[in-house]
Structure formats: structure tokens, C-alpha cells
């Protein structure tokens, strides 16, 4: 990695803390930001002294904290948003007074973050990754790094950058990156949408009796609840295909991230050491496993594919169980149409949009490029 390289980290979760461990030991200059609203984890390391990593990445760090995005908007110019989509909006408020024509901004598990918020940032880019690079859970100012994938899809909302810039995104990353034309296919390659929201609501009774005392993927996927991720992936695959693209299944992205051969996604959920390493069941149903899933990801897809002729009923029959069950109209509160700014379009003027948002890197956008 360039030994000049600088980047700021906004959000201190289990991204943000896996994120800023794994930059620092890899020697670039960090800085991670906490919203003062959610400093936990910025109390933390600044209390013990450092930032610890366990597992795939094994350290004590020193990244610079703060609470004052002034600061990370002055420490670097690549701005990566670790935050889960319903706090865009707060990170959103913080960064619209500043100049970023020179700043580029990263968003992890972007979930359409560029079409809702774009306008509201004078980014030089945006760019959208579909997922976090790091299976991590972070507490008390120690991120366990359970894994790191092994290839990462990505795209811009911009083709106003130079080579070097380019390079340079590709090099915070821990592993090769996908790069596709458009931040459409991007928001349709979501794992989490199709994997999180429907294990969470069809254990419903398990999680709110046991406060997730057991493994989400082993326990919680079972080949019932298998099926229904792969109906609402094969729901899915079809509204990709009505604007244009044609992205894999969520086993095949799964497979490729962490290996392993399977023919049912219950298969690989049973399996998968990565993800049952450690019980990582929601404890509660208002979990981003269902308040950020549903809103930002399942709400979208549906209202995109009605855009373009898909009725997704299983997809639908989940945001509706979900809005029941914790009391709020998700089609209403979630990334729908009218904030995603494409509701008056008919479906030619939509899909035309959609062609609009096409950005290609300044290599072929089937080749990986190497993270450093």
C-alpha cells in the first residue's frame, strides 16, 4: 500500500472498526469517525488505548478518532461510509455543508445510497460496494475479523476520475474488486436483502424466546427457510434482468466470497464456518437484520421491479409481515421510488434512466482490479 495513502472511515461499527484495523495494518494513515450520537465504540478505543483486532486481522492499532466530521473531511479525500443505510441520512446532514468536489465517497452496503442522496453532496464521486468486505462483530473496542471476502462487487456514479484515483479505490480494499458499470447492478446484488430479512422474520418466535441465543445460519436456515431465499432470490434475479442485468445468485455470490461447493442455499448455510463461528442472531426484531433490510433493500427492489413490470409477491408478502410486526408501513418510511427520485417516470423514461447511470472504469468492466 502507498505509504502516503490517507483515508477516513465514517462509522465505528463492526465495518468501520474491521475497516480502519485492517487499513492500518496494512500501513495507511486512518482516521476513524463516530456520530456523536452513537460514540460507544470511539469511547472505547480511546479508553483502552487502542484499537484491537482479532482473527483474520491480529493487532492493536491507533487509528486518529473523532466525533467531528470536519475532521475527517480534512484528514482525507476518500471518504468511505460504513454506516447502515438508516443512518445515511444523519451522515448525509453532516457532509452536505462541505466541499467534496475533490473528496471521493465510498459507501459500504450502499443500498441505492447514490440515487437518494446524491443531490444532496457536491462529490466528486460516489461509489457503491453491494456488502461489507468483513464478516466482524466489534464490542467494547475489539473487532473479531471473522472473514474477509474474497472479491467485492463495486461501481460509480461518476466517470470523472483519473487513473490514479481509480487505483487508489481499489487499494483501500482487502481483495479484488468486481467492477460493473452501474450503481443499478450494484443495488441488486444485495446477499443481505435476500438472506437477513427472511431468516429474521420466518424465526421470529425463536429470536424474541431465546433473544438470539442460537446460530443464525445453522440453526436458523433450515431447507423451509431455504427455499423461501431462494424464491425471493429467483424474484430478484428477474426484476435485475427486466433493467438490464443479470447478477448472480446469492449461493453463487456467497460460494464465491468464501468457498465451497453446494446445490442449496440451506446447504452452505449449515456449513458455512464463517458465519457460524459465532451466534450472530438478532435479539429483537427491530435488528438491521429487518430495519435496515427490509426499508433499504427489499422496499426498493419491489418498487423498482413494479417500475418495470415484475410483480414480486413473496418479496411483498415479507415487507407487509415485516410492517406488522414492528408497527411501521415500510413501503412508506423505506428507499421508495418517490426517494429514489423516480417516481413520475413512466417505465421507458425509467429504464432510460437507468442505461444513464452506466459509469466504466478506465479498464474493462469484466476484469478485477487488484487491491494493493
Sequence with gaps: MSSKLSVSIIGAGNCGCSFAADLAHRGADVLLYGHPNHRR?????RRNGDLTA???????????????????????????VTVPSYGHDAIVNELKDFDLSSHIVVV?????????????????????????????????????????????????????LSEKQW??????????????DNVFDIGMQSNNGVIHPITAILNTGWIEST???????RDGISPSV????????????????????????????????????????????????????????????????VSEDIPYVLVPWCELGIKAGIDA?????LVEIASVINGVNYFE???????????????????????????????????EKQSG
Design 333 to 367: 418510511t423505506g428507499r421508495n421510488l418517490r426517494s429514489l427520485g423516480v417516481d413520475h417516470m413512466s417505465k421507458t423514461e425509467f429504464l432510460r434512466f437507468v442505461e444513464s447511470a452506466t459509469c466504466r472504469p478506465p479498464w474493462s468492466s469484466t476484469a
Design 54 to 80: 482479532r482473527m483474520k486481522i491480529e493487532g492493536q492499532f491507533h487509528p486518529t478518532v473523532t466525533t467531528e466530521m470536519a475532521n475527517a473531511v480534512q484528514f482525507s479525500h476518500l471518504l468511505v
Design 226 to 289: 431455504g427455499n423461501v431465499i431462494e424464491a425471493v432470490d429467483s424474484e430478484r434475479l428477474k426484476i435485475a434482468e427486466a433493467l438490464g442485468f443479470r447478477p448472480q445468485t446469492v449461493l453463487q455470490e456467497m460460494v464465491g466470497f468464501y468457498g465451497g461447493a453446494f446445490d442449496k442455499f440451506s446447504d452452505f448455510a449449515f456449513h458455512t464456518k464463517v458465519h457460524n463461528a459465532t451466534k450472530i442472531a438478532p435479539a429483537h426484531m427491530q435488528d438491521r437484520y
Design 313 to 317: 409477491r413473496t418479496m411483498r408478502a
Design 211 to 217: 433473544k438470539g441465543d442460537f446460530y443464525f445460519y
Design 108 to 160: 459500504i452496503n450502499a443500498n441505492f445510497f447514490a440515487l437518494a442522496c446524491s443531490k444532496k453532496l457536491n462529490a466528486l464521486a460516489i461509489l457503491e460496494t453491494n456488502s461489507s468486505p468483513y464478516s466482524s462483530r466489534v464490542q467494547d473496542g475489539e473487532v473479531l475479523v471473522k472473514g474477509i471476502k474474497n472479491s467485492l462487487p463495486i461501481a460509480a456514479f461518476s466517470n470523472s
Design 167 to 180: 487505483s487508489q479505490i481499489a487499494e483501500i480494499f482487502p481483495a479484488p474488486l468486481q467492477w460493473s
Design 41 to 45: 465504540n470511539i469511547n472505547a478505543i
